[in-house]
């Protein structure tokens, strides 16, 4: 199984400052027909995980161009421009290129 | 509006079974695959299994830990999917998510539904 790591596992984040978040994976997620599907959701508490990202750098329909994904084989990274208050929760990477599908451990965004 | 809408969590004894209901509305389901997820209790996320889509068979995949133990099914007709929980376990707690798969990635969660495995 392709392991995903996340760090950090939490981030303070003053309001209007950047946040980074990076995982990284076992062995790359290139699939064979050329994509990379790796995607980051966010759960805010209470409520079920909302997709953000996919294919490492699409901002899916809705999602604020505050958040932006990079990133290329095996090390991602989602970053926030500037953190609102609404941004607070937990962060998942997700990899889809191989079954069984996979989470990073999850990065909780708090304000300081 | 996409929505999905999970039923038929609750209390069950280890060992019984259970199945899920995810009712799906604003858009075609028979032309994407679905997914569950599942949640423990202030946990992460895991994975739980895959439905292809009917004009790819309709086929199925499932993490080790549920193998053997859990069903995929569809019903396009209905706009449902199943999942059919057997032999269930402590470990088998949690919210249980479904969602749908747009080719690329998967896009839409329902609000879960709770499952909670004790005697």
């Known amino acids: 199984d392709i392991v995903m790591t996340q760090t950090p596992l939490s981030s303070p984040v003053t309001l209007g400052q950047p946040a980074s978040i990076s995982c990284r994976s076992s062995?790359?997620?290139?699939?064979?027909?050329?994509?990379?599907?790796l995607s980051w959701l966010q759960q805010r508490p209470g409520q079920p995980p909302r997709l953000l990202i996919y294919?490492?750098?699409n901002r899916f329909s809705g999602v604020p161009d505050r958040f932006s994904g990079s990133g290329a084989g095996t090390e991602f990274t989602l970053k926030i421009s500037r953190v609102e208050a609404e941004d607070v929760g937990v962060y998942y990477c997700m990899q889809a290129s191989q079954f069984p599908w996979t989470f990073g451990q999850g990065t909780k965004v708090e304000i300081k | 509006e996409v929505q999905l809408v999970e039923s038929g969590g609750g209390l069950v004894k280890p060992g019984r079974s259970l199945r899920l209901s995810c009712t799906a509305s604003g858009f075609t389901f028979g032309d994407y695959a679905m997914s569950w997820f599942r949640q423990a209790p202030g946990k992460g996320l895991e994975w739980v299994g895959f439905i292809r889509k009917k004009v790819y068979g309709g086929t199925t995949e499932y993490a080790a830990s549920v193998k053997d133990r859990f069903t995929m099914s569809r019903d396009d007709s209905k706009s449902i999917a199943y999942l059919q929980m057997n032999s269930l376990r402590t470990e088998d707690t949690a919210v249980y998510y479904c969602?749908?798969?747009?080719?690329?990635?998967?896009?839409?969660w329902g609000q879960g539904t709770l499952v909670t495995v004790s005697s």
């Open positions: 969602t749908r798969e747009d080719g690329d990635y998967v896009d839409y």
């Open positions: 294919k490492i750098s």
């Open positions: 062995e790359s997620l290139v699939h064979s027909d050329g994509n990379t599907y």
